[in-house]
Nanobody, 131 residues
Framework: QVQLVESGGGLVQPGGSLRLSCAAS????????IAWFRQAPGKTGKEREG???????????YYTDSVKGRFTISTDAAKNTAYLQMNSLKPEDTAVYHC?????????????????????WGKGARVTVSS
């Protein structure tokens, strides 16, 4: 079965850390550009925010400004799994986080992933940052 499955979400206090995992099955994840998106409470699917991305071509990573220096994207080819390490979490990071993979869409055009779709999309992991 071809799918992406996220795990690792949960409730964490402000300043805490979480690591999200995105396990791929049915395809080779490292052949695809890998991105993390989040949908904050009250936001629609079209308002999903591209958080981070890693290019399959050269490994270059991208982060939206609000998470730079706090989040790190990585992949483990042996496990066919991507990760999003989230440190110094803030209440405004509260959202459902989805991983996505696309062979052709660029990491510099994450808006297009939301507007026009992507090859693979996970169901999401909920992250709540609250004291």
């Amino acid at each position: 079965q071809v799918q992406l499955v996220e795990s690792g979400g949960g409730l964490v206090q402000p300043g805490g850390s979480l690591r999200l995992s995105c396990a791929a099955s049915g395809f080779i994840l490292e052949d695809y550009n890998i991105a993390w998106f989040r949908q904050a409470p009250g936001k629609t699917g079209k308002e999903r925010e591209g958080v981070s991305c890693q290019s399959s071509r050269d490994g270059v990573t991208y982060y939206t400004d609000s998470v730079k220096g706090r989040f790190t994207i990585s992949t483990d080819a042996a496990k066919n799994t991507a990760y999003l390490q989230m440190n110094s979490l803030k209440p405004e990071d509260t959202a459902v986080y989805h991983c996505a993979a696309d062979r052709d869409r660029s990491c510099t055009e994450l808006r297009e992933w939301v507007d026009f779709g992507m090859d693979y999309w996970g169901k999401g992991a909920r992250v709540t940052v609250s004291s």
